[in-house]
């Protein structure tokens, strides 16, 4: 019993020395590869932007931004929430115009007659 | 890059891939799925290229699923992604070439015009397809590859595509797969030049074009305004192209990658960044890093950044520059860069120009900040 409870912890020890060894070759991997990449992204020209997809996204977008919030990836300036605005405006512009010159009979109007 | 089979009935001479490797494995859809589930979590926008082998080797429904799982991932007709297809034409039927067209893929034909049977067979497939492409109002390039033979008919090239109104997208064959095997297929690099020069100087002053002629084009864009970052073949690309075999392990490079550049199998990897942060990636970028270092002086790093790497790899050594891919496109881009530097400090008569250069210079004239580099 007691030999196996020994072999046991000896398996158990070891176990976690192989696991500790590969956490360190991992991190090191790891290392590697970022540090290399670090030198290697430093190299490029400094013509070329540091976030390529937001150089992309502007080259799909003509050159241009993102107009407001509401435009999306997917749909760009035509999202749902784009369109929601637009007619919102286009209400709100015709309510305050009907307001202002008698559109409603002048019975909210408050532009003297 | 997707290679859904190596398998190509065509065997050019110059092949990227040795006979031996051109199996008839084809890649499965549950891999398909998987390599477009995990770029869609962690990419904004992606660009799909189909390349082979012959990939129109596999059948129409294959294509059928595969843009559905591509939908599933990125949403229908999404602008996140795009598709280009690589193909001989054997086998592009009508059926293909309405798919293709409307899912918005770009269509490349590999031919080589009069002199296609010096490195390729089945021509008059190939050319019915072409036809077939023409009479379908189908959009599509033709992707012309130069051995030492045809490395001088640049100029003869350009007309016969030219009066076909299909726009030619010349290169030189690199020594690699089956080239590697057959160095004789190589272009002499002084030979090259000189026809890539004439070339370019033909389609400069032909008014009547109304095709772009390739790479020239880019180079010329390229010379006037800001890099191009999709034109791979003359750039150094590293972490932004993975190329995935039928099999499902995953390459740097479509190129015919060395093994030793393995990144990894699509079977066994939970993310993408786990295939750039492999052995075989840090092993290219350390190479890569080398030769950059190398370039930094040269008055065109800006717009190469080292230029490819696998090219440098097959040619004189990942860690070296100054191989026939360089020396081409130095020598190449610098006439283009050189010609439009002198036509905005001249500002010659532009009707001499063909629409192409017009439209450049005149883009650069009306909003210089735009295209300044």
Known sequence: MSCASKADKKTAAKTEVELESDVVEETVKDNRVLMTNKVYTRQMPDVLPENYNEAEDERSLHGNRKCYDCCTDEHGCCSPGCTICLVGVAAVCCLLCCYTTDGFNGIWTYWPN | ?373
């Open chain 2, 1 to 373: 890059m997707i290679k859904p089979t190596l398998q190509c009935e065509r065997s050019c001479r110059h092949c990227y891939h040795l006979p031996e490797e051109r199996g008839q494995d084809r890649i499965s859809l549950e891999r398909l799925e998987k390599i477009f589930k995990l770029v869609s979590e962690e990419y904004r926008s992606a660009w799909f290229i189909w390349h082979g082998g012959e990939p129109l080797e596999l059948p129409f429904s294959f294509y059928r699923k595969a843009f559905d799982l591509q939908s599933k991932y990125f949403g229908k007709d999404s602008q996140r992604i795009g598709n280009t297809i690589q193909t001989n034409g054997v086998n592009l039927n009508k059926r293909f070439i309405r798919f293709f067209d409307s899912n918005k893929v770009n269509v490349g034909i590999s031919y080589d015009g009069p002199y296609n049977n010096v490195l390729r067979r089945m021509t008059e497939e190939t050319e019915d397809a072409i036809r077939s492409m023409q009479n379908h109002k189908a959009k599509f390039t033709v992707s012309c590859t130069l051995s030492d033979e045809t490395a001088d008919k640049q100029v003869e090239l350009y007309r016969y595509f030219r009066d076909l109104n299909i726009s030619p997208s010349f290169s030189p064959i690199v020594p690699k797969g089956c080239a590697a095997k057959d160095t004789s297929l190589v272009p002499d690099p002084e030979k090259y030049i000189k026809s890539s020069i004439e070339v370019f100087d033909e389609w400069l002053y032909d008014t009547e074009t109304e095709v772009p002629l390739l790479p020239h084009y880019l180079y010329m864009l390229n010379a006037i305004g800001k890099p191009a970052f999709a034109d791979c073949a003359h750039t150094s690309c590293l972490g932004r192209w993975l190329c995935i075999y039928p099999n499902g392990n995953l390459y740097p490079c479509a190129k015919g990658c060395p093994e030793k550049y393995l990144l990894g199998n699509i079977d066994d990897i939970d993310s993408v960044e786990d295939a750039f942060m492999s052995d075989g990636f840090a092993d290219i970028l350390e190479g890569s890093v080398v030769r950059r270092d190398k370039c930094a002086d040269c008055e065109i790093y800006r717009y190469c950044a080292g230029g490819c790497s696998i090219d440098a790899e097959c040619e004189v050594g990942l860690e070296n520059n100054d191989g026939a891919s360089c020396r081409i496109y130095k020598a190449v881009f610098t006439h283009v860069k050189n010609v439009m530097d002198s036509i905005l400090e001249d500002k010659p008569d532009m009707s001499r120009y063909n629409m192409f250069v017009r439209d450049a210079i005149l883009g650069k004239l009306i909003n210089p900040g735009i295209m300044n580099v």
